[in-house]
């Protein structure tokens, strides 16, 4: 997996990234004809992309094969998967070695015995629709498929490390934190094995102890409880990491994390005990070019452009993010929003109260956790957008979701963004409440902002609510890029810069209001059929463009959050 360091000094890890034999399975036959022991195909794909920019299948909803050789030196082999839109079932010599459901988490299968030698890894990716889908078919985003982030075959030997988690909590005074690392060990051999287990932080060993695995055995091995004294806190400002890793004889993993608080106190949310107001964007993590398989590059590009822009914040909407990304914004100081794709509008209520809905959709939330728990940069987990959170079933989504995210989920506030602020029942179960509202877009005009605000504040302060502070998680109207006019219409720039500058200024005055994130960072492909207002097939609501050129509202928003920086430092 690509990060920003080296996650492996001693693990040998065989990226397989490149060129794969390509087919796509229209009619489903793949798997009767044994497509997993030869593909037979004179097509090609890259991978990670997706297969949508391939020629002729822009439109294509369905199955596709992947396949590939590599050679190895045998062993235990973890085959790791960054991201298959959306099911994927693999196979390894034409042997089925597993499945996963769910498109933007990360996913292994480890494998025994391997001879040295080549080998054949198959990918069958399905991107269709059902009832039970996490998202459902209406989304307001393209429906990609393929295989979008990376794949590694990794040999693991002797006691090795699955996962490294360091669970912490600051003292009064942030000077000290007490700490413990939550490890998943693993023996890869066919025969028992003792080795010592090295746990190091910020360079140094904090923790050893001799572990005896049986062959094949798991352990999850806690660390007493330790002090860090004199600790660096990561905030905005001076985002300090810290180098955690795990060394065995055979085998490693290294993360990195940063300590910091996140508090909602007084109708506030504090970052180490000082008061924060969010200026974030949504962004979707997509290109016209390449889709979700979103080049490292523009990673680096989009950071620096919402940097220059003055956000102090990204809602990753509406599915986690890459890891490289989240590690860029560790690096930078910028606040996530971290979220799974159950995107509202296209659940009903009976699929909110699917069982199997909601069991896929807490397993998405477990993932997330898993593999994002070290990321300072993340304090929210979003549990939805848009769910019908006025009817029982949306209530009853959010409690399960909010309970289990307030206990695994780490030092982070727990929030969902609702469009039904007025009727919602379900703000039980947010630490902060977030709303999505469109005035001056899908209804009103920018002025209702301010009887809105009015209105909501009675709201919830009667539902006993008040102790909660607000945030708007989206509002923003489209505007083609370059439609310029003397007479401030909506679809242009002048319109949408008006707009955002307006709403923007409305929620900083608003003592309720603890944030604003703009719909949206910029413009992106949306579903077919193109449907309601989207004009070229795409979500028009970016304050830049596809190919990330600026609006006028761009500069409209900049110069917003930089007064209020400067503000804030006065
Ligand atoms: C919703 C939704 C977004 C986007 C937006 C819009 O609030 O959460 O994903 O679809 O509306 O542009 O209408």
């Known amino acids: 997996m690509a990060r920003l360091f080296d996650d492996h000094k001693k693990r040998k890890v065989q990226c397989l990234d490149g060129i794969w034999n390509f087919k796509i399975d229209p009619q489903n036959v793949g798997e009767s004809e044994r497509w997993f022991d030869k593909l037979e195909t004179e097509n090609i794909s890259a991978v990670p992309s997706m297969w949508n920019i391939e020629k002729g299948l822009l439109e294509y909803e369905g199955l596709a094969w992947y396949q590939r050789d590599f ?3 045998g062993g235990t082999l973890k085959l790791s998967f960054d991201g298959v839109m959306t099911k994927a079932d693999v196979w390894l010599d034409g042997d089925y070695i597993g499945s996963h459901y769910g498109g933007f988490s990360h996913f292994e299968f480890i494998v025994t015995s391997v001879a040295a030698g080549s080998h054949r890894l198959t990918v069958r990716a399905d991107n269709r629709f059902d009832k039970q889908s996490i998202p459902q078919v209406w989304v307001d985003w393209y429906h990609y498929g393929g295989i979008t982030r990376s794949i590694c075959a990794e040999t693991i030997q002797g006691i090795c490390v699955l996962a490294n988690k360091l669970e912490y909590s600051l003292n009064d005074g942030l000077t000290a934190a007490e700490y413990r690392f939550v490890s998943q060990l693993y023996n890869a051999e066919d025969k028992s094995v003792t080795s010592k287990v090295e746990f190091a932080l910020d360079g140094k060993i904090v923790y050893a102890e001799d572990v005896t695995l049986a062959s094949g055995e798991y352990r999850e091995l806690i660390t007493p409880t330790a002090t860090l004294d004199n600790v660096r806190l990561w905030s905005c400002e001076s985002p300090a990491l810290y180098d955690i890793s795990i060394v065995t004889d055979t085998d490693d993993l290294i993360d990195r994390t940063g300590f910091r608080l996140i508090e909602v106190k007084d109708n506030k949310i504090l970052l180490n005990g000082k008061s924060l107001e969010l200026r ?18 523009l990673m680096k590009r989009d950071i620096d452009i919402i940097l220059d822009m003055g956000c102090n914040t990204i809602r990753g909407s509406h599915y986690p993010n890459s890891k490289l990304f989240l590690d860029m914004l560790d690096k930078y100081g910028i606040l996530f929003w971290s979220e799974i794709p159950i995107w509202g509008c296209g659940f009903s209520e009976a699929a909110l109260a699917d069982e199997v809905v909601l ?9 997330m956790i898993e593999q994002y728990y070290n990321h300072p940069s993340i304090i929210f987990w979003g549990m939805h957008n848009e769910i019908h959170s006025d009817t029982q079933a949306g209530y009853e989504m959010s409690r399960r979701y909010y309970n289990f995210l307030k206990e695994n989920g780490g030092n982070r506030i727990v929030t969902y ?7 919602d ?9 977030s709303l999505n509202m469109y005035y001056g877009w899908y209804g009103g005009t920018k002025e209702d902002w301010d009887s809105f605000l009015t209105k909501f504040r009675a709201r919830r302060d009667s539902l006993g609510f008040a102790h909660k502070p607000v945030i708007m998680s989206e509002f923003g109207c489209a505007a083609l890029y370059g439609n310029h006019t003397f007479d401030n219409i909506p679809w242009s720039e002048e319109y949408q810069a008006e707009l955002l500058s307006y709403a923007i200024n409305a929620f900083h005055k608003d003592d309720m209001m603890v944030g604003f994130y703009v719909w949206q960072y910029c413009d992106m492909r949306t579903c077919k059929p193109a449907g309601i207002n989207r004009a070229r097939g795409f979500n028009n609501k970016g304050i ?3 190919y990330r050129k600026p609006k006028a509202a761009y500069f409209a928003v900049s110069k917003d959050y930089h007064n209020f920086i400067a503000e804030e430092k006065k």
């Open 71 to 73: 050679y190895t030196e």
């Open 280 to 297: 974030g964007v949504n962004r979707h993590e997509e290109h016209p070019e390449f889709g979700f398989a979103f080049p490292q590059s």
């Open 359 to 367: 069991s896929r959709g807490l397993e998405m939330h477990r993932e």
């Open 417 to 423: 963004a609702s469009n039904v602020p007025m009727t």
């Open 425 to 433: 029942i379900s703000f039980e179960f947010c630490d902060v409440i």
């Open 544 to 546: 830049v463009n596809e």
